[in-house]
């Protein structure tokens, strides 16, 4: 089934996941671009920081999902936000200067394959820089990919959405011969989180969000309290904290 995503939820942990963002747009070395792309900008906190990067540019914010686009629009009404689907959007249209994508290719099944549609629609000179997840060995993933397929619940979550990604030298080849110049690269950060079950509360604005919305209402509670169960054997509280190991992959391409 069609799974949705909720803002609020998503931003519970705004800063820890606009880090990585940060970080990415620190290492794209155009001056002043005329047009400013994002794909998968969410609920739009962080495309705002392309406006304060580079405040002359035109800049557009894309994703998928309305929800997170209606929130995106209150953010900044210097950019233009709206509903679209990134595979398309590669198809068709004219070039831009900064292609930036944070968080959002994993969810694109073989997007490997789309990248050159991606790098063709970044003018010669330009900039394509985007980061992906790269946990998903982690406790935070395996717990609820083997959870959804023991019984009762296999038979609801068997074809949601779950997110993938590749190693930076997959990238960096994949770029390469696509005529960029490539800087890839990958961090693992220590999220210091609190709170009740923060965890849960982490994973349930993202990667489990398709799986947990497949399930009907009366077998997501008893899901959900195992799912936390399982989550707080694997990431144990320690004076009121728990730290989420969470591996990020980089990629940078300028096109010659």
Not at 36 to 48: E, S
Not at 120 to 147: C, K, M, Y
Request: with cysteine; hydrophobic share 40%.
């Amino acid at each position: 089934m069609p799974h949705t995503w909720d803002p609020d939820r998503y931003l519970t942990y705004a800063d820890e996941r606009g880090r990585p963002f940060v970080e990415l747009v620190a290492r794209v070395g155009a001056a002043s671009p005329a047009t400013v792309v994002d794909l998968g900008c969410g609920p739009g906190n962080l495309t705002t920081l392309l406006r304060e990067r580079w405040p002359d540019a035109d800049i557009r914010g894309l994703d998928s999902s309305p929800e997170m686009v209606e929130k995106a629009q209150a953010a900044d009404p210097s950019i233009a936000f709206e509903v679209a689907d990134l595979r398309t959007w590669a198809a068709e249209g004219q070039p831009v200067d900064v292609l930036v994508s944070n968080a959002t290719l994993q969810w694109v099944p073989g997007h490997l394959d789309l990248l050159p549609a991606l790098v063709s629609r970044v003018s010669p000179g330009g900039w394509i820089a985007f980061q992906v997840p790269g946990n998903f060995d982690e406790p935070s993933h395996t717990i609820r990919r083997d959870l959804a397929a023991e019984e009762p619940y296999a038979a609801h979550t068997r074809e949601v959405a779950v997110p993938s990604s590749h190693d930076p030298a997959a990238y960096l080849e994949a770029l390469t011969s696509l005529g960029c110049t490539v800087d890839a690269w990958e961090t693992t950060y220590l999220h210091v989180l609190t709170g009740p079950d923060p965890v849960f509360t982490w994973v349930s604005g993202t990667g489990a969000r398709p799986t947990l919305q497949a399930l009907p209402g009366d077998l997501r509670p008893t899901f959900e309290d195992e799912f936390r169960r399982r989550l707080r054997a694997a990431y144990p509280e320690r004076d009121g904290r728990v730290v989420l190991p969470f591996r990020r992959v980089f990629a940078v391409g300028h096109r010659s």
